[in-house]
């Protein structure tokens, strides 16, 4: 007898769980905010416990060891107002001009998560009540008449607090109505129905973060699964007439890691990319090997004491910034295999798709 395999079964759609905080706080400077308020309408009637702090400062997410504070801290929205250094703009080569923040955090448990090592303190979700400044100070950074671009997903995946926060949507309608600027954003969420009706422009490229099968069952708590963000990259790119969002849209693939079988693994995903999005569309890659510094790795072991990804710096290969700093990467002779691998794949199955760089 025939044995059949349905082979939709193999890939959950399992959207990501939304994310319900313990509490929301919010500090009296970002009440003064008419967007703080707006937040805290949208918060408080999705039924969140709201407290007003009596000072601007967040305190109380210390627990009695560092899981206790990650957990607290990774079950409280913040929101407070961006400090004044957050006007003073950081470029972000290769990815964009500049870098611009409307939150910093994540409730996802990626456990890998970049943001270990870039921010400081227990993982608290801060979102920004004083965005139409945050946005306005923009300007500043894109000279007329030169296309400038801007990354709002350094320190947070905006996709993740949408729901709370309406802040994404608040950005694609800003640059939507400004010709020169350009703006760009990442996810590993799949919630993008409350993006596809805004007048966008097309100013904004939405980018989704895919993994090969098996890292992302293993390694990425608390996100869509790999189909539904496929999906939900489908949706965004087709065209208004047909019920998307009609963006430019963009596959950041990372952290690349050359697990076991890697080739089938990536290769599946790119099979599934590819009958994902067969229609013409505006495609960027941007591909990204798996790396960590010695910070990021004790704090990544205090949160993911049991974790099973490999950071073992005796496999891998130094590199040093010109601070001095100095992160693990793949030892060349595997980054030039994963490099030439994803390079061919890439031209053969997307010709008419921009891959920004690999790193
Ligand atoms: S989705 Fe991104 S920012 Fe959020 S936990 Fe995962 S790696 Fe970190």
Known sequence: MAVTTNVTSLYQTRPAPIWRPHKAV????????????????KVASQGIPVEVLSGNRITGLRGKDVRATYRTAKNTLAVVNAPASAFKLRPIPPSADWQFHLAEGCPAHCQYCYLAGSLAGPPVIRVFANLPSILQNLGHYAPTGKLTTFEASCYTDPLGIEHLTGSLAECIRYFGERPHLRLRWVTKYNQVDSLLNLPHQGHTRCRISLNAEPVARRLEGGTASVEARLQALRRLALPISQGGGGYPIGVVLAPIMPIPDWEVHYGDLLDRLQSNLDFPCDLTFELISHRFTPGSKDVL???????????DETQRAVKRNKFGGQKFVYRPDMMQRLRSYFEKQLSFRFPKAKLLYWT
């Open 26 to 41: 919010f500090t009296p400077a970002a009440l003064e905010e008419p967007y703080g308020n707006i937040i805290l309408e």
């Open 301 to 311: 072991l205090q949160w993911y004491p049991n974790t099973s990804l490999d950071m």
